[in-house]
């Protein structure tokens, strides 16, 4: 099977170019599946294998099991066009995973206000002004203030170029997923001045290699960096949740929902394909119907 793994994975790579990030979870899951059935022959799989392993992996996530399962499909329907295998077991196979419903974690306007306080004050409190320590605290500075500001994906930042920012730091152009591209305009004056403080600080290495967030080492900021980088300022901030990168795109898209934003500009600040994805905010807007209701209740206008 590792074999037809490789040629499956090469056909995603060269062919459907796909990015990095699906084809090593691609690998993974197919990685796993050959390791729990430990065939050499492909051709021999059943649906009672299939049924065995879709055993096995119920005790992962919904979520997680539904994408172990729409890998494999890709991967017999992939290996059934190609005539390497005559039958396609999934032909004879049932499947259906329900998803947990699972609502975003946000961050309210005080958490904001404080993770950012205290990335400020990190930056104020550096008196070197010259070391790389104060550069790092403007860049991290700049990488909360956009998150918040755009509710840019982690991987979107850190693939983020200086020919991608316009004139006076005014909008950024995103390359999404699909490489879909979309404008965000840059209104506000504190994240503005963050990306000009950012360029200035790291201009040398950024016209160098082009790419807007740098390490220490000159290289492109890494997702696991900007992790950490946020958990670092939560932590700083008192919050004890489990805060990522993502939180921060959720809490722009609720924000932007409870300020009566229409949701389909919301979905293309997003860069959702679909509005079905961008609707999981409706029911995290718990705020905006406490408040709707306590002065639209048709209750209020009866006087008995």
Known sequence: MKKEISFFLFHCEVEKKLSQKTLKAYETDLRQFDEFLKKDDISTITKEDLKSYLGMLTKHASRTMKRKVATLKTFFSFLEFEESIENNPFHKVRIKIKLDKLLPKILSISEINSILKHAYFEKESIQLLDSYQYKE?????????????????????????????????????????????????????????????????????????????INRFGNPLSTQSVRLLVKKYALKASIRRNITPHVFRHSFATLLLEEDVDIRYIQHFLGHSSINVTQMYAHVNEKKKTALLTIKNPRNFVNF
């Open 137 to 213: 605290a403007i860049r991290n500075i700049a990488v909360l203030e956009l998150l918040l500001a755009t509710g840019i994906r982690v991987s979107e930042l850190c693939s983020l170029k200086k020919e991608n920012i316009g004139d006076n730091f005014e909008t950024i152009r995103i390359l999404g997923k699909g490489n879909k591209e979309r404008n965000i305009p840059i209104t506000n004056k504190a994240t503005k001045e963050a990306l000009k403080n950012n360029y200035k600080s790291f201009k040398t290495i950024i016209d160098a290699s082009s790419f807007f967030f």
